[in-house]
């Protein structure tokens, strides 16, 4: 499965992308090693599926890492947000949606204002991970979408501009 990600920052910021991977990449990637290394009989079949739903295999080490990479730059590109001169008057926000066909879609809503602690990055991702959670949007896919957009804002404004950033996510 794939999502949408829009951005909408001042001054005239815009940025829009569908069809970005999330975790999905890598569940079928095991799903087709499993099944390439499952041969014809049902008990070689039965151990490439104990070997797809262990959470030992090198594929999930793969995915882990990911989320830690990116969760890292996620964290980065707030922090250097955070160090604008004018990043005490802006905010970040983040509204995630899940659409559902037989039932109302699932939205959150997180709004993170430049008033930072000693660890700014940290205190965005706890402020979003619940609407990200809330709308199966928690996996490296979107940590690594909202890294890049908000590293690509940083690069766009200036140090007289306020970080005000709306990002939307649509799964």
Partial sequence: ??????????????????????????????????????????????????EYVTPNSYLGAISALARIEFLHLL?????????????????????????HLLWPDTAGFAKYTFNPGSDPGTEFFNKIKGPLKETGMNNYGVLRMLAMVLSMYNNHISNSDPVMIQIQLFN
């Fill in 1 to 50: 499965m794939s999502f949408r990600i829009f951005a909408a920052g001042v001054p005239n910021f815009h940025f829009e992308r569908d069809n970005n991977p999330d975790d999905d990449v890598f569940e079928v990637a095991e799903v087709l090693n499993a099944i390439r290394a499952s041969g014809p009989s049902v008990g070689e079949a039965a151990n490439a599926a104990a």
């Fill in 75 to 99: 964290k980065t590109s707030v922090d250097l947000l955070a160090l604008r001169p004018k990043a005490r008057q802006g905010w970040i926000a983040v509204a995630p949606r899940e659409d």
